[in-house]
């Protein structure tokens, strides 16, 4: 069974920084592309991050490029968004996901429980 | 970036009765060489993570319910549940993965009238 955890979701203040993670459990984790969408209280659903299952391949959302970094680890099965300079607008639920097939390009199929991240002084 | 409106924003069906969702994108999401439209739909209950029902435009995600139907080509999109259940109530939003930044439609509520 696919399963995805987010943590390190918490409260920081503006201009601070938070690593979230995602463990990734019940599949060839180093064989699928990884997403990271966000969701502010409310709020419909933005796509953050993504990195290609070979790793050579990140892109980012305009409202996130340049302070958000997507990494991975494959040895630990696990998933990363480096946030740094987060404003008030970063506030929200993030979730990580899969897509259904090793393609980048591809819908995402199995998503996490999403781990809320709190910009405020 | 390509953009992605949904039409309405919300939605209220008399169960049973049918309900559509229309998605449209601000350029071509068909793929030529693989004749493959880059759209999903997911549908969303509150406290819950997206769930994703439909993706290449028209293929049911496995274990959805056949009343959720999935069509359109190019920039329109269309969602059609076709009798409308309790459990439907949710939100529902369109993405287009062709190119990055992928891209959510802003959500369609639907409720029960």
């Known amino acids: 069974e696919v399963q995805l955890l987010e943590s390190g979701g918490g409260l920081v203040q503006p201009g601070g920084s938070l690593r979230l993670s995602c463990a990734a459990s019940?599949?060839?984790?180093?064989?699928?592309?990884m997403n990271w969408v966000r969701q502010a209280p409310g709020k419909g659903l933005e796509w953050v991050s993504v990195?290609?299952?070979?790793?050579?391949?990140?892109y980012y959302a305009d409202s996130v490029k340049g302070r958000f970094t997507i990494s991975r680890d494959n040895s630990k099965n696990t998933l990363y968004l480096q946030m740094n300079h987060l404003t008030a607008d970063d506030t929200a639920v993030y979730f990580c996901?899969?897509?259904?097939?090793?393609?980048?390009?591809?819908?995402?199929?199995?998503w996490g429980q999403g781990t809320l991240v709190t910009v405020s002084s | 970036d390509i953009v992605m409106t949904q039409s309405p924003d919300s939605l209220a069906v008399s169960l049973g009765e049918r309900a559509t969702i229309n998605c449209k994108s601000s350029?071509?999401?068909?793929?030529?060489?693989?004749?493959?439209?880059?759209v999903a739909w997911y549908q969303q209950k509150p406290g819950q993570p997206p769930k994703v029902l439909i993706y290449?435009?028209?293929i049911r995600e496995s274990g959805v319910p056949d009343r959720f139907s999935g069509s359109g080509s190019g920039t329109d999109f269309t969602l059609t549940i076709s009798s409308l259940q309790a459990e439907d109530v949710a939100v529902y939003y369109c993405?287009?993965?062709?190119?990055?930044?992928?891209?959510f439609g802003q959500g369609t509520k639907l409720e029960i009238k």
């Open positions: 996901a899969r897509g259904r097939i090793a393609s980048c390009y591809d819908a995402c199929a199995y």
């Open positions: 019940g599949f060839t984790f180093s064989s699928y592309a």
């Open positions: 990195v290609c299952a070979d790793d050579s391949n990140t």
């Open positions: 350029q071509s999401v068909l793929y030529s060489s693989n004749n493959k439209n880059y």
């Open positions: 290449w435009a028209s």
């Open positions: 993405q287009q993965y062709y190119n990055v930044p992928y891209s």
